[in-house]
C-alpha cells in the first residue's frame, strides 16, 4: 500500500510538470497565479512572535520546564515566519521586476503555482506531507495554539500535533515531575490514560502529575468509547481521532505482560524515525543470520 502511495504521487508531480506553462482561453496568467498566491498567504501569515516579551513574561525556571518549552517553539515558530515573509517579499519584488529572479525564487513560484510547499520553506519547518494549501492552514492553527499559550497561559490540554518538536515537550513533563519530587529523570518513563471526557472544555484543569494532551489519530483501528478500549475501524473510516491522553510520569515503571498493544507514533505517514530504523536493523540482522 504504502509502494501504491508512492508511486501515484510520483506519476501525479510528472503530470504537474508537463501541464501548460502559459494560460489559455482568457484565464489568469502564470505571474497573476504566483502573485496573488503570494499576496494571500503574505496577509495570512502574521509576522514572527516578540520573543522578548515572551521570555519577560514566561522566563527560566527550575520548577516550571514548560517555559523553555514555550520559548524554544516560538523560536523555531519565528525562524520559519521570518523566512515566509522574506521570500515571498522577495518574490514579489522579482514578479515585478525589481529584483533579479534567482533560481530559489524561480523553484518557489512554480511550487506556488503548483500548490506545493517551496523547498525553501520545508527546509526551516516541521516535517509534513500536505499541499501548500492545506499545509497554511495547518501552520496557521498552530500559530494560534502558541499565541493562546502566550496569552492565556499554559493550557489545560496541550495539542501535541501543534509542536514544532514534541520531543522537547515531553522531555518537559519528566523534567518537571522529576525536580518537584527530587528523582533522576533517567528513571522516570511516561504511562498513559485515554480520559473519558469528550473534548477539552469538560478539563476541570490540568494535572498535578504529567499532563493531558490531544491530536492524536489511530490508522486501521478506532477507539470505542463504549468498552474503552481498541476496536475494529468502521467502514471507509481510514482515521479516528484519539480522545484526550493523560501523560501519566512514573517511577521505573513496568509494562503489563497482557491487554497492552506497543503502538507506535509517526508525525507524517511517511512512518520514518527511531522505530522503524530499528525494525530494519532487526531485519538486517536477521538476514545476516539467515
Known sequence: RKRFILFTNEQLADLVELQPKTASGGGASREEVMENSARDILGRVPQPFKLHDVMEKYPVMYEQSMNTVLVQEIIRYNRLLSVIHRTLQDLLKALKGLV??????EEMSKSLYNNQVPALWAKAAYPSLKPLAAWVGDLLLRLQFIQAWVDQGMPKCYWISGFFFPQAFLTGTLQNYARRNVISIDTISVGFEIMRVESEAKLAEAPKDGCYIRGLYIEGARWDPATHQLGESKAKELYTEVPIIWLIPSVNRQMPATGVYNCPVYK????????????RSRSNVKRTRC
Open 100 to 105: 533579479v529572479m534567482s533560481q530559489e525564487l
Open 268 to 279: 507524517t505517514l511517511t512512518r520514518a524515525g527511531k522505530y522503524q530504523q530499528r525494525q
